[in-house]
């Protein structure tokens, strides 16, 4: 149910759920409502029907398995091989490090223990012994001199200590020449120290040069991000890759610096760093036939990346986190790189770079790169050309905590697992195929009694939640399915499980092929079934599209799809979300179940029970404490004790708890500690007021304009972005997957909460109903006020009609994205792609090359202003002569809607601030100690005396401005991605 039904609908829909209650559940009501189905001893319904099994899509065609029955690591978190021979040493967290033969029956043999021999901690005042062990690297000249390097970090003295200062530390040992050989514990020398932290980076590879590579992190937890400031900052030596000679030694050090290393002479910088800008470089390694160095960076709200680090590059941390500003004020001396691969939260949460394949075992594989995810337990195999990634297939299903790979003297790939401490290697998978049984229509699914009537199977239980999502007008239904008499566990306090999906703290944990549910249904019809199907290891999302004869519905393909509903409303599209972005909502971060949570459940049944009751009483949820042990089932007092969010639609509850569950419901799957949203915004309803970070903060991703704008503005809606992202159409607007449509009832409701929170000014804005003399859109705040009441019917028709014009003539941004929705499609105005474009809706049509020529070269598109195609254009931006063989059609969109999602680091912009005040923006022709030289948009030469310079700075924008179709129809925009994509 969304907060727009009426009490009306309330009641009949409690009615109808009442008896599917009963019937699931076997609750009495009346002797003659029995169904078919015998209740199990538990006064349960099993439910026998399920087809939902699998996956229809073709499984991996690797799996991953145990290379050495008998080894067994706590909490390792290295493995490298020993130059020479065949063996390999795998590190613990704790400092002890084994070696072992490459052999199946491999026994463990004592490499070093740095917590109990390693002495020269007493060096380091505050330190109480070794916290970590986090790299190992043998010299490139080992069997000669047997010098090994390990990168370590120290313990602090205070109970929580973090930030230790010189705590992590770089030092040579020598190793015995002894079989099983041993690091002599008394030989060690210490190159260099660093600051310790949370992230500490750490890993250790001496590179085709002969120098060695050492990798650091921000040394900070994740919250907030980057408080030491030192991702962009090249005068210390965390976030970077750094670059020494340890055959040399320079005065006052125990390494030499390369004298090509990129920063050295420029003032303030240290001239260890290689290349900075990395948040928690987790692995890195070099490709022994291409000597490229990969690395894999663990991302914080939203990305995780892999980069392909060059001499001097900047990574981003913290400007950027892969595609997302962060502190955008602070970049370094060198421009931004983007990413070579950025995986989402949805299918990767702490990413552990690998390896690039030169191995014989599979011919297929040579020359990817081998990554993997300790979170989402994947592992795929990238193929590279250029700065393209061609294909990035999973090798297999999600398997072990990916935590390091290394490679045996064969060159074949070893994955060493952190949680069951043991080694791993790759094998063809021959069990079997896809699940070609996979239903492919809801009424295969075993869910429904009757799919045309909406009729549940027995065991599939109906629910209701307290705060719903908005979901443009459509209400939900609500379904929970477990196989047989299977049951959910609800632990005291979430207390992790081995060998469960995730090590997050999950209240609820769900029995293999649990099902869960929910129908979504506009003016009356049925629209789509979405599902979610936890198959023991993983949750993946389905979608069914119910026909137009309401009788069945279909699996929607994986990339989703969306439909035009005229009967709706004018240009009325109902989209069917890719099943990747159902997963970025239904998150680990978020324990995937939004609705099947006990602070949703926690509320009356059909019955009257409490569902939470009701649920235990059935054995379909199962209560335990943090030992597994079992809880008595739920009675009124104790489901008392559990979270509970308000109904936002319910006038007795207080406004506070009303907003704040609303935002919960809508928001906070996303915006919570690592939830993947962009800012550190906590909107979950248990999360108090002053730590919300959003009353009384300034936003860090725009102000839209409005005077003295802050997240939250107490008091003043109209100042509030958090008020205003909820009331725009297009990009940004919130929440930002499942709605496209304002709800005037929850922005009526976070209204008045935001009033409560100060001195109300937001109604205080003139009520300009009765006519305007001149121009209605003058400003952000009045345009927000006039769009509340535009959507609130309040306006005078004339003054209605003047500021759909107004708003219509606006070019894209913040103050038209307030109307877009509102503004007629029909008569001479085309239907243009606006502010919001639907990339798979472009995509989806074909395109005439010969048109998109002529609109590239139009003065509607101008393109020809800044690229080259053959002799004809300006050189500004890339040169576009061949670029449809080098881009596919998805990526030339991308590059056409998001310019500055991806910049090449040739045509990186510059801003060039100068002592007397003006701003300049171009590309950078030339620098030296008399001027600095721009070239703008217009290719125009901006020459200004290097003495005026007050700052310059790489820009994180492209020159090519945003919005650049919005005034072009989707079949012009698949006409000038044909025209691209012809070029050859």
């Known amino acids: 149910m969304t907060s727009s039904q009426t009490g009306a609908d309330r009641r009949v829909s409690t009615i109808a759920m009442l008896g599917l209650w009963a019937a699931s559940l076997a609750i009495p009501v009346r002797a003659d409502d029995a169904g078919a189905d015998a209740p199990s001893e538990e006064g349960r319904v099993p439910w026998t029907r399920s087809r939902v099994v699998g996956s229809p899509d073709p499984p991996p065609p690797f799996e991953v398995v145990r290379a050495f029955p008998n080894l067994r690591f706590e909490h390792p978190l290295l493995i490298t091989r020993i130059p020479g021979g065949n063996r390999l040493v795998v590190g613990e967290q704790s400092g002890t490090m084994y070696s072992f033969v490459d052999e199946p029956d491999a026994v463990a043999e004592l490499f070093i223990d740095l917590g109990r021999e390693v002495r020269t901690i007493g060096l380091l005042d505050g330190a109480e012994g070794v916290e970590a062990v986090y790299g190992l690297a043998f010299h490139p000249?080992?069997?000669?001199?047997?010098?090994?390097?390990?990168?370590?970090?120290?313990?602090?003295?205070?109970?929580?200590?973090?930030?230790?200062?010189?705590?992590?530390?770089?030092?040579?040992?020598?190793?015995?020449?002894?079989?099983?050989?041993?690091?002599?514990?008394?030989?060690?020398?210490?190159?260099?120290?660093?600051?310790?932290?949370?992230?500490?980076?750490?890993?250790?590879?001496?590179?085709?040069?002969?120098?060695?590579?050492?990798?650091?992190?921000?040394?900070?937890?994740?919250?907030?991000?980057?408080?030491?400031?030192?991702?962009?900052?090249?005068?210390?030596?965390?976030?970077?890759?750094?670059?020494?000679?340890?055959?040399?030694?320079?005065?006052?050090?125990?390494?030499?610096?390369?004298?090509?290393?990129?920063?050295?002479?420029?003032?303030?910088?240290?001239?260890?760093?290689?290349?900075?800008?990395?948040?928690?470089?987790?692995?890195?390694?070099?490709?022994?036939?291409?000597?490229?160095?990969?690395?894999?960076?663990?991302?914080?709200?939203?990305?995780?990346?892999?980069h392909r680090v060059e001499k001097g590059g900047n990574y981003g941390w913290s400007a950027m986190e892969g595609p997302q500003p962060i502190k955008s004020g602070q970049v370094g001396p060198t421009p931004i790189h983007p990413p070579l691969i950025e995986l989402p939260h949805a299918i990767a949460c702490s990413v552990t770079g690998g390896l690039v394949y030169r191995g014989s075992k599979f011919p297929e594989l040579v020359g990817a790169y081998l990554f993997g995810d300790w979170e989402t337990r994947r592992l795929w195999a990238a193929r590279i050309e250029g700065d393209r990634v061609l294909e990035m297939p999973e090798l297999s299903r999600p398997s072990i905590r990916f935590v390091a790979f290394a490679e045996n003297a064969d060159r074949e790939v070893y994955f060493l697992d952190q949680e069951e401490g043991t080694v791993h290697t790759l094998a063809r998978l021959d069990g079997p195929g896809r699940n070609a049984d996979f239903p492919t229509s809801l009424s295969q699914t075993g869910l429904f009694a009757s799919t045309a009537d909406h009729q549940p199977a027995p065991g599939v239980v109906p629910f209701a939640i307290n705060s719903p999502q908005w979901l443009d007008g459509a209400t939900a239904e609500h379904w929970v399915a477990f196989p047989g008499r299977s049951s959910a566990t609800l632990y005291a306090n979430g207390k992790p499980v081995p060998g469960l999906v995730s090590w997050h703290n999950f209240r609820v944990h769900f029995p293999k092929d649990a099902v869960l549910l929910r129908t979504l249904s506009l003016n009356g019809r049925r629209m789509e079934t979405q599902l979610l199907h936890y198959d023991g290891i993983d949750w993946r999302a389905y979608t069914f599209a119910w026909r137009d004869d309401q009788a069945d519905a279909d699996l929607v393909p994986a990339e989703g799809a969306e439909v035009e509903i005229p009967w709706a409303g004018p240009a009325r599209v109902w989209q069917y979300q890719a099943r990747g972005q159902c997963m970025s909502c239904h998150s680990n971060q978020s324990e995937y179940?939004?609705?099947?949570?006990?602070?949703?459940?926690?509320?009356?049944?059909?019955?009257?029970?409490?569902?939470?009751?009701?649920?235990?009483?059935?054995?379909?949820?199962?209560?335990?404490?943090?030992?597994?042990?079992?809880?008595?089932?739920?009675?009124?007092?104790?489901?008392?004790?559990?979270?509970?969010?308000?109904?936002?639609?319910?006038?007795?509850?207080?406004?506070?708890?009303?907003?704040?569950?609303?935002?919960?419901?809508?928001?906070?799957?996303?915006?919570?500690?690592?939830?993947?949203?962009?800012?550190?915004?906590?909107?979950?309803?248990?999360?108090?007021?002053?730590?919300?970070?959003?009353?009384?903060?300034?936003?860090?991703?725009?102000?839209?304009?409005?005077?003295?704008?802050?997240?939250?503005?107490?008091?003043?809606?109209?100042?509030?972005?958090?008020?205003?992202?909820?009331?725009?159409?297009?990009?940004?607007?919130?929440?930002?997957?499942?709605?496209?449509?304002?709800?005037?009832?929850?922005?009526?409701?976070?209204?008045?909460?935001?009033?409560?929170?100060?001195?109300?000014?937001?109604?205080?804005?003139?009520?300009?109903?009765?006519?305007?003399?001149?121009?209605?859109?003058?400003?952000?705040?009045?345009?927000?006020?006039?769009?509340?009441?535009?959507?609130?019917?309040?306006?005078?028709?004339?003054?209605?009609?003047?500021?759909?014009?107004?708003?219509?003539?606006?070019?894209?941004?913040?103050?038209?994205?307030?109307?877009?929705?509102?503004?007629?499609?029909?008569?001479?105005?085309?239907?243009?792609?606006?502010?919001?474009?639907?990339?798979?809706?472009?995509?989806?049509?074909?395109?005439?090359?010969?048109?998109?020529?002529?609109?590239?070269?139009?003065?509607?598109?101008?393109?020809?202003?800044?690229?080259?195609?053959?002799?004809?254009?300006?050189?500004?931006?890339?040169?576009?002569?061949?670029?449809?063989?080098?881009?596919?059609?998805?990526?030339?969109?991308?590059?056409?809607?998001?310019?500055?999602?991806?910049?090449?680091?040739?045509?990186?912009?510059?801003?060039?601030?100068?002592?007397?005040?003006?701003?300049?923006?171009?590309?950078?022709?030339?620098r030296d100690e008399d001027a600095v030289v721009l070239r703008d948009a217009q290719n125009a030469e901006i020459v200004l005396d290097a003495g005026s310079v007050e700052e310059l700075r790489p820009s994180l924008t492209s020159l090519m401005p945003d919005g650049q179709l919005a005034g072009l129809t989707a079949q012009e925009a698949a006409d000038l991605i044909a025209y691209l994509e012809s070029l050859r």
């Open 141 to 306: 000249d080992f069997e000669r001199n047997r010098r090994c390097y390990i990168c370590y970090t120290l313990r602090g003295s205070e109970p929580g200590q973090l930030n230790l200062e010189d705590g992590s530390r770089v030092s040579m040992f020598t190793v015995s020449n002894t079989d099983p050989p041993r690091v002599a514990p008394d030989s060690e020398e210490i190159l260099l120290t660093f600051l310790q932290g949370g992230h500490n980076g750490g890993d250790l590879h001496f590179g085709p040069d002969g120098y060695l590579y050492i990798s650091t992190g921000d040394a900070a937890s994740p919250n907030p991000p980057d408080p030491l400031d030192t991702g962009q900052d090249v005068s210390d030596l965390l976030s970077s890759i750094l670059r020494i000679d340890v055959d040399r030694k320079d005065p006052g050090r125990n390494y030499a610096i390369p004298p090509d290393n990129p920063f050295v002479g420029l003032d303030g910088a240290r001239p260890e760093v290689w290349a900075y800008g990395l948040r928690n470089p987790w692995r890195m390694g070099f490709d022994r036939e291409t000597g490229e160095l990969f690395v894999g960076d663990v991302g914080w709200e939203l990305w995780e990346s892999i």
């Open 593 to 926: 179940a939004l609705a099947f949570l006990p602070e949703q459940l926690n509320r009356p049944g059909p019955d009257g029970r409490n569902q939470l009751v009701a649920l235990t009483a059935s054995g379909m949820l199962r209560r335990a404490d943090d030992d597994d042990r079992p809880l008595p089932p739920f009675d009124d007092a104790t489901a008392a004790l559990e979270r509970r969010l308000a109904d936002p639609s319910d006038p007795s509850e207080p406004i506070a708890a009303r907003a704040r569950s609303y935002l919960h419901a809508n928001c906070g799957h996303c915006h919570s500690d690592h939830g993947g949203g962009s800012v550190p915004l906590r909107l979950q309803a248990n999360v108090p007021d002053d730590q919300l970070n959003a009353i009384g903060v300034s936003p860090t991703r725009g102000d839209f304009g409005l005077p003295g704008a802050r997240i939250i503005a107490p008091g003043d809606p109209l100042a509030s972005t958090l008020y205003f992202r909820m009331a725009k159409f297009g990009r940004d607007r919130m929440p930002h997957i499942g709605s496209e449509q304002p709800d005037e009832a929850g922005l009526e409701l976070v209204a008045r909460w935001i009033e409560e929170l100060g001195e109300g000014a937001g109604r205080a804005e003139a009520d300009r109903s009765g006519g305007s003399p001149g121009p209605l859109l003058t400003d952000s705040r009045s345009a927000l006020h006039l769009a509340r009441q535009l959507r609130r019917g309040t306006l005078d028709p004339s003054v209605r009609d003047a500021l759909l014009a107004e708003a219509a003539a606006l070019t894209a941004g913040p103050i038209r994205e307030l109307f877009e929705g509102d503004l007629p499609f029909d008569g001479p105005r085309r239907r243009t792609l606006g502010s919001s474009p639907r990339p798979r809706a472009i995509l989806a049509l074909e395109g005439d090359a010969n048109r998109g020529e002529q609109l590239f070269w139009s003065q509607e598109v101008q393109c020809g202003t800044c690229h080259r195609v053959g002799d004809r254009g300006t050189a500004i931006g890339p040169e576009l002569s061949a670029i449809g063989s080098t881009r596919s059609r998805d990526e030339l969109l991308e590059s056409l809607l998001e310019p500055s999602r991806r910049i090449e680091p040739t045509f990186a912009s510059y801003a060039v601030a100068t002592v007397d005040g003006r701003l300049f923006t171009g590309l950078l022709v030339r």
